[in-house]
């Protein structure tokens, strides 16, 4: 009865508008989600934040970047492009009979960054966000939140080039924390839970430095869950350094629930961020209400 009740208030507050039931399905979706995903750390261990969304291939972005950029152009005040050739490798008859290269198209990219470490990629098939300063997902404290800079980067985008469909949106969380010495399995557990049988196969005897888990969300979303031991310095004989990286996408998006989709994909990954950490890290965090 509540969830009807709800359901006609919405209605009602959008004119009646009709909503299909998988729109209103990811409204309720949404409504119900936990503040978990709005938490703030004062010091994150989030090392690098990616956003990426892919679309249809388009011919002309090289003719248009210009409306872009002076678009952005207050966020992001630098600008400089790259070049990426393909390479393709074929067998000659050459007199060494070697491989030979035939060089294919080569494809512009287009970056635009400012003081804050935000870059923006732009490529004929998709545009990139990446920040390495991560404050906070919404506007906190007189702070662009991540979740804002996405939105108007889009916006702007669509101003400039049509968009029928999202063939992708993605956001990828790379969390690094530092070990003053080695990693053991005790320390591990002092500040995370881990996903393996720690006890069984404890990290002092892990052999490859990867763990991959993938994992199938409702709202047709797809969380992979990546561990990674990395040494700080080429003479350490044990890892010190661990990278908890989340990645969570969706495939094939009208654009109209294109930020809809963005809060879940965010709370994908922050709610099992949140489950595979200990209130040890929390306080070293120190959550900002």
Known sequence: MLIKFYILIHLKNYNAKLFSSYTLYILLRIMIMSNESNRVYQKSILHEVIFEARYPLILNINNKIAQFQERIQDQYPYAHKEFISQILLFQGKSDSDGFETNPLESEI???????????VSIFSNKITLKIS???????????IGFKSKIIRLIDNFKKIWRIPRFERIGLRYINKKEFIDNISSSSF?????????????PIEELVENRIRIRKKCTDNTILTIQYAFQYSRPDKQQFDLFFLDFDSFVIKIQPNLFEKMLEILHANIINEFESLITNNLRVEMKYDA
């Open 109 to 119: 990219i287009w970056r635009f960054s400012n003081d804050d470490e935000d870059e």
């Open 133 to 143: 300063n991560y404050h906070s997902w919404k506007n906190h404290q007189n702070r």
């Open 189 to 201: 557990e002092r500040f995370f839970i881990p996903i393996f049988n720690i006890k069984k196969y």
